[in-house]
């Protein structure tokens, strides 16, 4: 079932929707109700990282963070 919904834009934001939608053949109310779609979906990952991030992820262990001076050196430098 389709409901209207009214929202209260910037115009110029409004301008430049418009014009995308017609320059990727799309209404504005299907481009809304995609991008709505996308940020309530829970297949999509929340947070997505970088190949960078991936690949460092687990360089450090947790037995690493788990000792108090390399912490506090952390805590430290980065106060």
């Given amino acids: 079932m389709e409901t209207k919904l009214t929202l209260k834009l910037d115009q110029k934001v409004i301008r430049s929707a418009k014009v995308y939608a017609e320059n990727n053949n799309r209404s504005l ?4 109700e ?3 779609r996308k940020l309530v979906s829970e297949s999509e990952p929340r947070k997505q990282f970088s190949p960078l991030v991936v690949e460092l992820s687990g360089v450090i262990s947790e037995k690493d963070l788990e000792k108090l001076d390399y912490v506090e050196y952390l805590e430290k430098k980065y106060e």
Wanted: hydrophobic letters at 45%; charged letters at 30%.
């Fill in 34 to 36: 995609d991008y709505f």
């Fill in 29 to 32: 109310s299907k481009l809304v």
